[in-house]
């Protein structure tokens, strides 16, 4: 698929700000409605969806009018939240970083790796593998709104800001 450079550009950069926005929407508004698509903590988890709606809003966004055209992005979708918990869990938990900064540029990073993956993939995307991202992205919207709702025990879904909050769970 082609996409105008310009629009492409406006469009990650809004999706940027709506992730950045994203962080501190249920602290603004603390409700149901806000903790599904804002981190109601400082969890690794929570962290996946500062990615995984803007990253969906750009892609409907880029892609209206254009069938199959949102199928690249949904397949990024799994690969970059799972990338945004693999570098979290690198970060926190390894090495034991705390630096806003380095959050937000490995956020951007992902981010801008999800635009330009998504961009490199073209149709004709058809047949029931392609059925795929779609289904993946659904079960991860779902798996978002569940562990929102009832988080299980456990090291990723642990509030990081919380001092000593990485160290393993006492038996």
């Keep these: 698929m082609f996409y105008p450079k310009r629009q492409l550009a406006v469009t990650w950069i809004a999706a940027i700000l709506a992730g950045c ?56 979708l799994p690969l970059l939240s799972a990338l ?25 990073l992902v981010m801008t790796l999800g635009f330009w993956l998504a961009t490199r993939f073209s149709g004709p995307f058809r047949g ?16 978002i709104g569940w562990f929102t709702l009832y988080p299980p025990e456990g090291l990723l879904f642990r509030d990081l800001s919380a001092v000593g909050s990485w160290l393993p769970l006492p038996c």
Excluded: C
């Excluded at 779609?134 to 919207?141: G, R």
């Design 21 to 76: 926005v994203l962080h501190f929407l249920y602290e603004w508004q603390p409700n149901a409605v806000t903790a599904l698509f804002s981190p109601v903590n400082e969890s690794l988890w929570e962290h996946v969806k500062l990615v995984f709606w803007p990253f969906l809003g750009a892609a409907l966004y880029l892609n209206r009018g254009r069938p199959g055209g949102t199928r690249p992005w949904l397949l990024m």
């Design 128 to 143: 029931v593998r392609w059925a795929l991202p779609v289904l993946a992205a659904l079960a991860l919207a779902l798996l």
């Design 84 to 108: 945004t918990l693999l570098l979290g869990w690198v970060y926190h938990v390894t090495l034991g970083g705390e630096a806003m900064w380095v959050d937000i540029t490995l956020f951007v």
